[in-house]
């Protein structure tokens, strides 16, 4: 007696229903091999994230700006990536710095223990750490976004009043007392507002602040559409969107703007800025470097999933129609 | 004496500026905290016909203060000691000067959030494992997390008090406390943190696979901008597409405008960012009057009665 061979599926059919178990082992394989190999990818920086890089450069050095940190692990592959470079940039220059969080209580914490690493890293390089109150003081966590926003905007010394840090060998003091705020009277004061969110905080800064004081934004992946709206239309002065803004912004560290290199080849030209140097020979590498050739294989990996089952319908409806 | 002045900044005042860490701050602290919570269930144990005028003139004052603020002209640049000259910058004045206290009220509101949101949390998994319902074990992880995480946090935190304090900044001067608290948040919370939001590639992945299908003109039109855009965020194809275009129009060529780069840049710029400000134009009017409801208490959804 035969035994009723199962029928076998049309090829359309088949390439429409891979299963879930051998798409997501494809992607886990294929976006881990990257993190093991650390290659140089070629880069164009988007015009918002030169702009961000030109506007962190032309700061006054030794001057001070004020850091609205809003992310915790949870995009640390973008938004800790945009925070080590910007703060790299700063430390730098030897710009001083101001931290607030509005988003998240974990936000203050998670900023900290990136200085922290930083500092590390700047030893390792025989460079001065950079010293906590004195060169940057932490001003905390508001749990009210929208309404602290509003009063950095309008009252910063009525808001940020009564907080305190910890000055090296001193008990907690009040923040007004760290030279990195002496003197600040309202938000004008500092030369810049740089917004790193990984939530709505971007909008609520734009809603706020517009006007007072420049702004730059770091923000996700996801969020760069929006965020380029508010570029386009000039109320803020650059931006680095996830984590091809994190590359970009490793990319000029490394290079400059219109910044012949040893070969004489400027590797990130521009018409709107002249030559602005980049910081060769320093530790300029980050999660940008690290993870860009990962979203490169996922995202090849999106298109080619997505033209697989188009063609799988393709097949299927010609299939029907004979 | 002017009775505008009256109305000028009064010497300033914390009444929480008492010395970090005295009796004083931690009683005050401590009377704050009672009469609040005492103030939150009195609230919720008042019956709707009290509940409702108290909470619909609060809320009225708050939108009142923020709609004034806007409205009413306030100083830009107040000096130390200004008086107003008349009663309309005396207004301007006071409501400059009240705002301060109006953000840290609003933080402390949102402060007493978190903290029901703590309560509701304990109550719910110290029930469960009490009476060891269902999954009593993941309530008790969860309590044991929250309490390792509050023990290491504020012990740390402690740690850092002291004029030892600076020096915890580097790593070799760590003591126990200080690495129980490294290892709970960032060696577990941070990386879970990432864990769960890099589970969302798999989602994406999965789903565009699933649902991306050219069935009509505009899925075709979608597929292909998305595919654009997608092409412009990988350097090596952009560059790959990018350099022989630039090697055969040379400089300000008519071709260049072939770019990936300038493709991407020109879909972000024209199509992008039209729609999405034509969608926050909505999005805006529908919060306008969303606020009003709520600024004049019509909203009777959400539990206002």
């Not at chain 1, 506007?55 to 004020?66: A, D, N, T």
């Not at chain 1, 917004?195 to 996700?220: D, H, Q, W």
């Not at chain 1, 521009?270 to 690290?290: A, E, R, V």
């Not at chain 2, 701050?25 to 005492?38: A, T």
Request: aromatic share 12%; no cysteine; charged share 15%.
């Amino acid at each position: 007696m035969s035994v009723a061979q199962p029928a076998k599926r049309p090829l359309g059919e088949r390439l429409q229903s891979l299963p879930k178990f051998w798409i997501y082992s494809i992607l886990l394989v294929l976006t881990t091999i990257p993190l093991f190999v650390t290659v140089s990818v070629p880069n164009e920086p988007q015009e918002p994230a030169i702009d961000l890089y030109a506007s962190l450069m032309q700061l006054p050095e030794g001057g001070r700006v004020l850091i609205a940190s809003d992310w915790t692990g949870s995009t640390r592959g973008e938004s800790g990536g945009e925070f080590d470079a910007i703060i790299r940039i700063l430390m730098r220059k030897k710009i001083k710095f101001a931290i607030y969080s509005t988003a998240d209580p974990q936000a203050p914490l998670v900023a900290r223990d990136s200085i922290a690493r930083l500092n590390d890293e700047r030893r390792k390089a025989g460079l001065a750490p950079y010293e906590r109150f004195t060169d940057w003081v932490s001003v905390g966590y508001f749990p009210n976004s929208e309404g602290a926003t509003n009063g950095i905007a309008n009252d910063i010394r009525s808001v940020f009043g009564g907080r305190k840090d910890f000055p090296p060998g001193r008990p907690p003091t009040d923040i007004f007392q760290s030279p990195v705020l002496q003197g600040v009277r309202s938000v004008s004061d500092f030369p810049m507002l740089i917004v790193i969110t990984a939530s709505k905080t971007s909008n609520f800064t734009v809603e706020r602040v517009y006007g007072k004081t420049p702004l730059a934004f770091a923000v996700t992946g996801v969020m760069g559409p929006e965020t380029q709206v508010f570029y386009q239309s000039k109320q803020i002065v650059g931006f680095a969107g996830g984590l091809k803004g994190v590359y970009d912004l490793e990319t000029m560290m490394e290079h400059g703007i219109n910044n012949p290199g040893p070969d004489g080849k400027i590797v990130v030209p521009s018409s709107k800025y002249g030559q602005i140097p980049g910081f060769p020979g320093m530790p300029n590498k980050g999660k940008g470097t690290l993870y860009y050739p990962t979203l490169h294989v996922a995202l090849a990996l999106l298109i080619l999933t997505v033209i697989i089952g188009n063609v799988g319908m393709f097949l299927s409806k010609r299939a029907n129609q004979r | 004496m002017n009775p505008l002045h009256l109305l000028a900044q009064a010497p300033a005042t914390n009444f929480w500026a008492e010395p970090n860490g005295s009796t004083s701050l931690w009683v005050k602290i401590v009377v704050g905290l009672i009469f609040g919570i005492g103030l939150i269930f009195a609230l919720m144990a008042a019956p709707p016909q009290v509940r409702r005028p108290i909470v619909a003139g609060v809320t009225f004052l708050a939108g009142l203060f923020y709609v004034l603020f806007y409205l009413w002209p306030v100083p830009i640049d107040q000096k130390d000691g200004e008086l107003p000259r008349n009663a309309v910058e005396g207004v301007g004045f006071w409501l400059k000067d009240a705002l301060g206290v109006v953000v840290n009220f609003t933080n402390i509101l949102t402060g007493f959030m978190i903290g029901l949101g703590i309560y509701s949390l304990l109550r719910i998994h110290l029930r469960r494992f009490f009476k060891f319902q269902k999954d009593w074990g993941f309530s008790l992880t969860l309590l044991l997390s929250m309490l390792a995480m509050i023990f290491f946090g504020y012990a740390d935190w402690l740690s850092r008090l002291g004029e030892r304090g600076a020096l915890l900044d580097e790593r070799s001067n760590w003591t126990l406390v200080n690495y129980g608290r490294d290892f709970l948040f960032e060696g577990l919370l941070q990386q879970m943190d990432a864990a769960m939001f890099s589970i969302i590639a798999f989602f994406i992945l999965s789903a565009a696979y699933r649902a991306f299908r050219i069935r009509s003109v505009e899925a075709t039109i979608l597929l292909a901008t998305a595919l654009i855009v997608m092409l412009s965020l990988m350097g090596a194809v952009q560059y790959a597409i990018d350099t022989p275009i630039k090697q055969a129009a040379g400089p300000n060529g008519f071709l260049l405008n072939f770019q990936l780069s300038e493709i991407s840049q020109w879909i972000r710029n024209t199509f992008q960012t039209s729609s999405l400000r034509g969608i926050a134009f909505g999005v805006g009017i529908g919060a306008l009057a969303m606020g009003l409801r709520l600024w004049l208490s019509l909203e009777r959804t959400g539990g206002n009665g």
